[in-house]
């Protein structure tokens, strides 16, 4: 079974510009997390889908940070404009569909804002 | 809002020693999730206690959830090399503005000297 799906891998921008970040995640796999995972921090919660409807957005910063995930599969997290303080590995994790179900994580997009 | 700490931050030991991280939560948990990040890695999955007082086994590694749900333990016999990594607790909301929420700890860092 193939595993949770992001890239790039490594991004490096200056403050002020943009980014995106792409998930794909486990197929069949309804929920579609995304974390922030600031250096010798644990994960925290930026936004979590349910096939493509939002969950829970409750730390997610509005007002640079998106995410879509159209169809229900793939998902997309920008920021417009980066902080320096955004600088982070940013991780995508999947799940079945239950909160007892085991949260399978991707490799992590390393971002650095310069 | 839900916070979960993690005690020690770091723990170095020497191989063969036992090792225990603790983990608090300021609110009621639903269930409990245990994952382990290898240094530049993605957090793994362990394990996931729900019951109150429950305790579960995985070779070395021996989880508990408290009785009253709101603290866990991850202990570690005779550690080896392989051990070295991150140690996250996660923990579900059982009520209130919590519920349904993962929250996860700051994380233990491993590190076993040969």
């Known amino acids: 079974e193939a595993g949770v799906a992001q890239s790039p891998r490594y991004k490096i921008i200056e403050k002020r510009q943009s980014v995106a970040f792409w998930c794909n995640p486990i197929?069949?796999?309804?929920?579609l997390y995304w974390y922030q995972q600031i250096l010798g921090q644990g994960p925290k919660l930026l936004i979590q889908?349910?096939?493509?409807?939002?969950?829970?957005d409750s730390q997610l910063p509005k007002d640079r940070f998106s995410a879509e995930r159209l169809k229900g599969v793939d998902s997309t997290l920008k920021i417009q404009p980066a902080k320096l303080e955004d600088s982070a590995v940013y991780l995508c994790?999947?799940?079945?569909?239950?909160?007892?179900?085991?949260?399978?994580f991707g490799p992590g997009t390393r971002l650095t804002v310069l | 809002g839900q916070q979960v700490m993690q005690i020690p931050q770091y723990q170095h030991v020497q191989e063969g020693e036992d090792f225990t991280t603790y983990c608090n939560s300021s609110t009621t948990l639903s269930n409990i999730q245990w994952y382990k990040q290898r240094p530049g890695g993605h957090p793994v999955f362990l394990i996931q206690l729900v019951k109150s007082g429950e305790v579960k086994k995985q070779k070395r590694l021996t989880f508990q959830f408290g009785e009253a749900k709101k603290n866990s333990s991850l202990h570690i016999t005779a550690t080896q090399t392989t051990d070295v990594g991150t140690y996250f607790c996660a923990g579900y909301g059982a009520g209130g503005t919590s519920y349904g929420k993962l929250t996860f700890g700051q994380g233990t860092i491993l590190t076993v000297h040969p």
């Open positions: 994790a999947s799940r079945i569909a239950g909160r007892t179900d085991t949260q399978y």
């Open positions: 889908f349910q096939n493509n409807g939002v969950v829970d």
């Open positions: 197929s069949g796999h309804a929920t």
